[in-house]
């Protein structure tokens, strides 16, 4: 079934002209009375905070204080992601974090990299450390702890998130979870509030993109409060295909969570689902290819970013991929006071992951591979458990956390024309159907030493037990095509077996397989308040991970789980100084940071998923390092301005894949300096108040990865720059039933200067476009390309 919308653009020079109007004009009106507003989700951040039992970003006196590098995204910040945007492009706006994706909105997948490791199954190959940054949303883990994988895609829709907390490397040992090596990820949405109220916001954009946000807060009603807050959104890709189609997508969320404060303390019920869904458009080569045609018939234009067009994609019957994720979470918090001292803290929760790849039609696979359906699950339980002790001189924080998990691998590489379909295996496919059964068990304590007032030290440790049972299910799981059998093979004895007149490949492992790791994690934080404005701050931990299984049926399609499957080191540490000002002379609401990291990530194992359902392994050390820096202010009442940059070298220590070593050689996708800044300014026009916004983000050069090495290239694809530009108009309004409020109207652009460039780019195989070996596609370079000009206008109303 093919969707479509059909619209029809604006023209961009109109587009900008009005943009261009809308700012100078404002520069033509003399100040009147300032009219103090706040956006969506400002509200609510600023009302939560007289409500216990809630979660809120740390503020800027306690990021001031603290032993770990943090940086908090405000609203503000996270709205120059741009109104359809979601996790990953509100998330790049912080130092040292990189993000790599396919599309325009939330409803797209993209890898996200924090100094460098990874989080994020965009898809995207040669990447560090599969699912190595913790990831929570409202204080759960997100992050698949059967497959260790991330789709950014499970939380598209950024109105209702009304902050996000990135920390930097392990963090405090109270904190983590399960896969905290390199730092922690905390999405907080909209929460529960003292008082009633409420915001819509609607936008229309570029690419037929329309999207509706709410949130809806009942207040405190008998020490209840509650809220409800969702959206929805679709449209279409900026890539142009020659039939027509637009490659649609669409997402949908929705939040709801509930407060119940008492003497004794407080307890919260919530719930999350979301579902992102969308075709995806293939790679593009960037130069052209003898033989390979948009259309895939010769005498066609040759398809490339220098012939068919930068943003050309082929058309629907030549490559077609559609692409479903899903989250749906339930979880209970409480806090419950046991005497003066002490707290009992408890988290519950259950979550289930579920996607959906379909690959309904490849032109260049012309045997029995020609489709794919790619159907894997997650079903995950989970309870964390702690005391807080509060002493004279220090806090205690011991307890621990128990996880199980259930994840399926399935998916069925088939040809119609060979007798198979999305249950049926044919002749010359593959097919998976892996059950890892994972439990997570940790115990911890940390203890906060603060003899003086401006010292705080912070040393912890952890106990982590990792316990992983596989089996493989293939051949109760599929149907078979008359005569056809499986080739299989065993790692744990090398030995491979047969059946029937025609095989079939089974990517798993046919024997089953326990394995159980255990570590010590220590670390010790220190925060010295040396001036009433100046902090020095640092840190050294350790933590352990269990490498990926996920992606592509992971390791034990090939390694030896008792031999080759190890836990993952990081060792990591910092050095730094903060700022912080409540209200000087030229500084107000200032908050500021820089520091030194080094991370050394050690044994690691590393997959690469390619086109044709084949993985490549590897074994290696990295290290990065770098200096982070970040600040916020309001130098003026009405003038906001931010700055987030980031420089870092990360290379291999060792790199091992095929007996040949790659050692020395540079981490790829790992930019060498990137940074934004920006300024927004407020201007009082009577009643109403005009803000235009105008701000700049650099992605410096990165080196690429081989598919056909399998490993690290001394290649670069080049750096690049994208300038944006809003303005929001806000108006107090009256509404009935609910009195004095406001409306705002924006128009957001980005990237005004339609600046082309390709968000990754890689030396391919050639699996693609090969067709049955008939084109020499391999040793070129493919990318995606970054979107080019948007243009946004939003409606929203907040009571």
Not at 428 to 452: C, E, T, W
Not at 678 to 703: N, V
Not at 771 to 781: D, L, R
Request: charged letters at 10%; glycine letters at 12%; a neutral charge.
């Amino acid at each position: 079934m093919r969707l479509s919308s059909g619209v029809r653009h604006t023209d961009r020079v109109m587009q900008l002209s009005l943009m261009a109007l809308l700012l100078s004009t404002s520069c033509l009106i003399p100040a009147a009375a300032y009219a103090q507003t706040v956006s969506a989700g400002e509200v609510s951040a600023s009302s939560a905070l007289s409500l216990p039992g809630v979660t809120t970003a740390p503020s800027q006196k306690k990021v001031f204080k603290s032993g770990n590098t943090t940086r908090v995204l405000n609203r503000k910040l996270l709205e120059a992601a741009g109104p359809v945007a979601g996790a990953a492009q509100m998330l790049s706006y912080a130092p040292g974090v990189q993000i790599t994706g396919y599309g325009n909105t939330g409803a797209s997948k993209y890898t996200v990299t924090l100094n460098g490791v990874q989080q994020g199954w965009g898809g995207f190959g040669g990447f560090t450390g599969d699912g190595a940054i913790g990831v929570t949303l409202d204080g759960v883990p997100v992050v698949d702890p059967g497959s260790d994988l991330w789709q950014s895609n499970m939380i598209p829709q950024s109105g209702m998130i009304q902050s996000v907390t990135t920390t930097y490397g392990p963090g405090n040992a109270a904190d983590r979870w399960y896969n905290n090596l390199a730092g922690t990820i905390e999405f907080t949405p909209v929460q529960p509030t003292a008082k009633p109220g409420g915001d819509i916001n609607l936008t229309y954009g570029s690419y037929g993109q329309k999207n509706i946000e709410f949130d809806l807060r009942t207040g405190n009603y008998h020490g209840w409060s509650t809220v409800i807050a969702g959206g929805a959104g679709d449209g279409n890709s900026f890539r142009k295909s020659p039939d027509g189609f637009q490659s649609p997508s669409n997402d949908y969320s929705i939040y709801l969570k509930t407060v119940k404060n008492f003497s004794a303390g407080n307890f919260a019920f919530g719930g999350y689902f979301a579902r992102s869904a969308g075709y995806r458009v293939p790679v593009i080569p960037t130069s052209p290819i003898p033989g390979v045609t948009i259309s895939g018939n010769a005498g066609a234009p040759l398809y490339s970013q220098q012939t068919s067009g930068f943003y050309s994609a082929p058309p629907y019957n030549y490559y077609e991929k559609f692409d479903t994720d899903a989250l749906w979470m339930v979880f209970a918090r409480e806090n419950i006071e046991l005497d003066d001292s002490t707290t009992l803290h408890n988290l519950t929760y259950y979550e289930n992951f579920t996607r959906t790849h379909s690959r309904l039609y490849d032109f260049g696979s012309v045997g029995p591979q020609r489709y794919e359906y790619n159907n894997p699950y997650t079903n995950v339980i989970g309870d964390k458990l702690w005391l807080t002790e509060k002493l004279p001189f220090n806090t205690l924080n011991f307890g621990g956390y128990y996880i199980h998990t259930l994840y399926n691998s399935r998916n069925n590489f088939y040809n119609t024309a060979f007798g198979g379909n999305k249950g049926v295996v044919n002749a010359g496919g593959k097919i998976r159907s892996s059950y890892f059964n994972v439990d997570n068990f940790a115990m911890f304590l940390q203890d906060d030493i603060h003899p003086v007032r401006a010292l705080h030290i912070i040393p912890g440790i952890r106990f982590v037990s990792f316990q992983t049972s596989y089996s493989d299910s293939a051949l109760q799981d599929f149907a078979f095509a008359p005569g056809v059998g499986l080739s299989t093979h065993c790692v744990l004895d090398g030995s491979t077996a047969t059946s029937g007149t025609t095989q079939a490949t089974d990517q798993g492992s046919s024997c089953g397989s326990h394995v159980s790791r255990n570590g010590v994690e220590p670390s010790i934080s220190a925060n010295l308040q040396v001036m009433p404005w100046m902090a020095l701050y640092g840190s050294y931990g350790e933590a352990l991970r269990t490498p990926s299984v996920g992606g592509g049926g992971g390791l034990f399609q090939k390694i030896n789980p008792t031999t080759g499957y190890q836990l993952e080191l990081g060792q990591y540490y910092d050095i730094g100084a903060k700022f912080h000002v409540e209200n000087g002379r030229f500084l107000h609401h200032f908050v500021a940071g820089v520091d030194y990291f080094h991370l050394r990530y050690a044994k690691q194992s590393l997959s690469t998923q390619l086109a044709n359902g084949n993985a490549l392994f590897a074994s290696g050390s990295s290290i990065y390092q770098g200096v982070n820096m970040f600040a916020d202010d309001n130098p003026l009442y009405n003038l906001y301005v931010f700055g987030n940059a980031s420089f870092i070298d990360a290379k291999y220590q060792t790199y091992i894949t095929g007996g040949t070593s790659y050692g020395g050689r540079h981490v790829p996708y790992v930019p060498s300096v990137n940074f934004n800044i920006g300024a927004y300014y407020d201007i009082p026009i009577g009643s109403m108040l005009l803000e235009p916004r105008m701000w700049y983000q650099y992605t410096g050069s990165q080196y690429m990865f081989n598919n056909n090495t399998g490993a690290p290239s001394n290649r670069k694809m080049p750096g690049y720059g994208t300038l944006n530009m809003s303005a929001k108009l806000t108006v107090p309004v009256t509404l009935p039933y609910v009195g004095h409020k406001s409306m705002d109207v924006s128009l957001t652009a980005l990237n005004i200067t339609n600046n082309q460039y390709n968000a990754y780019e890689y030396i391919g195989t050639g699996g693609y476009f090969n067709y049955s070996g008939a084109v020499p596609a391999s040793g070129f370079t493919y990318a995606y390309p970054g979107a080019p000009f948007t243009i946004y206008g939003s409606v929203g109303f907040h009571f």
